[in-house]
């Protein structure tokens, strides 16, 4: 499985942005996709998370301003940012778990910059 991360950049607080993470190879091992951050001088952290079978779920700090969701037709995950702060400047990253022979590796996409000024 191979991710590809985008849609990162700058934008003044109240504004928006819609991360985009591509999916490409045994993506039917996919058992749970995430988006997670990590500012400068901080550990990285969850921001939100799908299932395969669509539950969701978000850290505080972002619920009801963020959304994840999926496209299976175009084997991509999006997230959504509206209402943006500038704590939420950070580095976003896409991730994925995937099932293999009964145990659960890890990708990750590269990071995509998200700058939001006051």
């Known amino acids: 499985v191979q991710l590809q991360a985008s849609g990162g950049g700058l934008v003044q607080a109240g504004g928006s942005l819609r991360l985009s993470c591509a999916e490409s190879g045994s993506i039917f091992s996919i058992t749970t996709r995430g988006w997670y951050r990590q500012a400068p001088g901080k550990q990285r952290e969850l921001v939100a998370s799908?299932?395969?079978?669509?539950?969701?779920d978000y850290a505080d700090s972002v619920k009801g301003r963020f959304t994840i969701s999926r496209d299976n037709t175009e084997n991509t995950v999006y997230l959504q940012m509206n209402s943006l702060k500038p704590e939420d400047t950070a580095v976003y990253y896409c991730?994925?778990?995937?099932?293999?022979?009964?145990?659960?590796?890890?990708?990750w996409g590269q990071g995509t910059q998200v700058t939001v000024s006051s």
């Open positions: 799908i299932t395969s079978d669509d539950r969701t």
């Open positions: 991730n994925a778990h995937i099932l293999i022979n009964r145990s659960v590796q890890i990708r």
